[in-house]
């Protein structure tokens, strides 16, 4: 049962990167993979708000670890990060990396803290 | 909507086998740091590459099934919000180095499986390349002696 939240918040996680990430990408055409940066930071809000809020259970497989899990990637920010290298665009991966990590951390803790109040 | 499908179930599998990773935990984590995580992270990162650069060269994967593959099932498989969650968690703790070492170990060695996974697609194209070559160099030998 465990197994089947997880998946079921998968299922709808990739899908909503991948809505999310045609949509912002069809209407940005620059280096900068802004979409995979949006899609990561606001996962990692959300994933901060959850466990600030307190969510347990059964809704925190679907949500955290499934859901989020999903809607969140590393595989492809790394992907895009060695892309951008390739193509001799040193200070874009550079910059799309520090300010991920960056952002993805302080969002959590922001999430975190928007949760406690909920 | 074919993708939907693909990418809904690769999505499915990629999920489960990050949390059954997490549930086995092969090894205790060492200096504090989440291994499991760092592993799921890792090796998705080896994968994606391999297969993104196959796919665009030797291996003729339909491209619904491809976007399966890397949008769906690695990008469920890996993640980057609990490489957050994790690292704000080191944090709070007041483990700064292991925080740290976290975060550059799961960089540095992303990247260098990501290499890894580009390199070894090159190679396998380069062998099939040649194996196909020969193939054909005895077809010919063959149709000489015929002739």
Same mark, same amino acid.
């Given at each position: 049962?465990e197994?089947l939240?997880?998946?079921?918040?998968?299922i709808?996680?990739?899908?909503?990167?991948? +809505?999310?990430? +045609?949509?912002?990408?069809? +209407?940005?055409?620059?280096v900068?993979?802004?979409?995979?940066?949006?899609?990561?930071?606001?996962?990692?809000?959300?994933l901060?708000?959850?466990?600030?809020?307190?969510?347990?259970?059964?809704?925190?497989?679907?949500?955290?670890?499934?859901?989020?899990?999903?809607?969140?990637?590393?595989?492809?920010?790394?992907?895009e990060?060695f892309?951008?290298?390739r193509?001799?665009?040193k200070?874009?991966?550079?910059?799309y990396?520090?300010?991920s990590l960056?952002?993805?951390?302080?969002?959590f803790?922001?999430?975190?803290?928007?949760? +406690?109040?909920i | 909507?074919r993708?939907?499908l693909?990418?809904?179930?690769?999505?499915?599998?990629?999920?489960?086998f990050?949390f059954? #990773?997490?549930? #086995?935990?092969?090894?205790?984590?060492?200096?504090?740091?989440p291994?499991?995580?760092?592993f799921?992270?890792?090796?998705?990162?080896?994968?994606l590459?391999?297969?993104?650069t196959a796919a665009?060269?030797?291996?003729?994967?339909?491209?619904?099934? &491809?976007?399966g593959l890397?949008?769906?099932?690695?990008?469920?498989?890996?993640?980057?919000?609990t490489?957050?969650?994790?690292?704000?968690?080191?944090l709070?703790?007041?483990?700064?180095?292991a925080?740290?070492?976290?975060?550059s170990?799961?960089?540095?060695?992303?990247?260098?499986?990501?290499?890894?996974?580009?390199v070894?697609? &090159? #190679?396998?194209?380069?062998?099939?390349?040649r &194996?196909?070559?020969?193939a054909?160099?005895?077809?010919?030998?063959?149709?000489?002696?015929?002739?």
């Amino acid at each position: 049962m465990e197994y089947l939240l997880v998946g079921v918040g998968g299922i709808l996680g990739s899908l909503a990167r991948y +809505r999310l990430g +045609r949509l912002v990408s069809e +209407r940005l055409k620059i280096v900068f993979p802004l979409a995979t940066f949006i899609i990561n930071v606001s996962g990692a809000f959300l994933l901060g708000l959850v466990n600030g809020a307190g969510l347990g259970g059964g809704a925190y497989l679907m949500v955290a670890e499934g859901f989020l899990g999903a809607y969140t990637t590393y595989s492809t920010f790394v992907y895009e990060g060695f892309s951008l290298f390739r193509i001799n665009e040193k200070a874009n991966a550079l910059i799309y990396i520090g300010s991920s990590l960056l952002l993805g951390i302080i969002g959590f803790i922001a999430g975190y803290a928007v949760g +406690r109040m909920i | 909507m074919r993708k939907y499908l693909y990418i809904g179930i690769g999505g499915f599998l990629g999920a489960i086998f990050r949390f059954s #990773v997490k549930n #086995v935990q092969l090894a205790d984590n060492i200096a504090n740091i989440p291994l499991s995580t760092l592993f799921v992270n890792i090796s998705g990162c080896f994968f994606l590459a391999f297969i993104l650069t196959a796919a665009f060269s030797f291996i003729k994967l339909d491209a619904d099934i &491809r976007l399966g593959l890397s949008t769906g099932l690695l990008g469920a498989y890996t993640t980057f919000s609990t490489l957050c969650k994790e690292t704000v968690q080191l944090l709070e703790n007041g483990m700064y180095l292991a925080s740290f070492a976290y975060i550059s170990l799961t960089v540095l060695l992303g990247f260098a499986a990501a290499y890894a996974g580009f390199v070894t697609a &090159r #190679v396998l194209e380069d062998f099939l390349a040649r &194996r196909h070559a020969a193939a054909f160099e005895i077809k010919d030998d063959a149709d000489e002696e015929a002739g």
